[in-house]
Structure formats: C-alpha cells, structure tokens
C-alpha cells in the first residue's frame, strides 16, 4: 500500500517561509519523479513543482520561480518543497503526488494536504 504523508504547512505571515515534506511509504521514491500541487478555494489543483527521479531536472511554475526549491531525499524516501517569499496568494492546501507506471495502467498516488495560509 502506497502512502504519502505531507508536514510542514501552518500559518505565515507574507515574507515568510515554510518548509514542506512528503513523506512516502510503499514504494521507493528513486524510481519516480516527484510533485506539489496546490488547491487554492474555488480554484483547480495546479502543479507547483517538479522533480525528476534522479533529482536533475526540476519544473516550476512561473508563480513560484525564484521563490520555491523541490528537492528530495530518496535515502529517506522524502521528499521536500522550500517555500520562501510567501505571498498571500500562496494560501492553498498543498499535495505532494507520485505516478506509478505499470505494464497495464499508471497509478496516481496523493497525499492527504497540508494548509498552508498567508496572512498579509
């Protein structure tokens, strides 16, 4: 049974930082690639960022540029999202996500969310 469990959301005031982990079970994070997403009120889930298995290529999205760093630590099966500038904007629960490709069908793993709110 695949489980992602993400920590580290709470309350900032803009300017400030959180540091979001994922942390996954059931699988070995080396092999796949690795994603946050965020779920702002009334709005779609959108990708916020990206990181290959191997951790050499990463996308963003053009929101978070600059101000945002996935990483990931597949030693510890973790992975991470550091969030630095924050913006009210920003306020959204954020998932982290992993596709497990198998020979009949891909499967979507997501974890439960973490809020994270920006206070202006």
């Known amino acids: 049974q695949v489980q992602l469990v993400e920590s580290g959301g709470g309350l900032v005031q803009a300017g400030g930082s959180l540091r979001l982990s994922c942390a996954i079970s059931?699988?070995?994070?080396?092999?796949?690639?690795m994603s946050w997403f965020r779920q702002a009120p009334g709005k779609e889930r959108e990708l916020v960022a990206r990181?290959?298995?191997?951790?050499?290529?990463?996308y963003y999205a053009e929101s978070v540029k600059g101000r945002f760093t996935i990483s990931r630590d597949n030693a510890k099966n973790t992975g991470h999202l550091q969030m630095n500038s924050l913006k009210p904007e920003d306020t959204a629960i954020y998932y982290c996500?992993?596709?497990?490709?198998?020979?009949?069908?891909?499967?979507?793993?997501w974890g439960q969310g973490t809020q994270v709110t920006v206070s202006s």
């Open positions: 996500y992993i596709r497990v490709p198998t020979v009949f069908r891909d499967y979507d793993y």
């Open positions: 059931g699988r070995t994070l080396s092999s796949y690639d």
């Open positions: 990181i290959t298995w191997s951790g050499d290529t990463t």
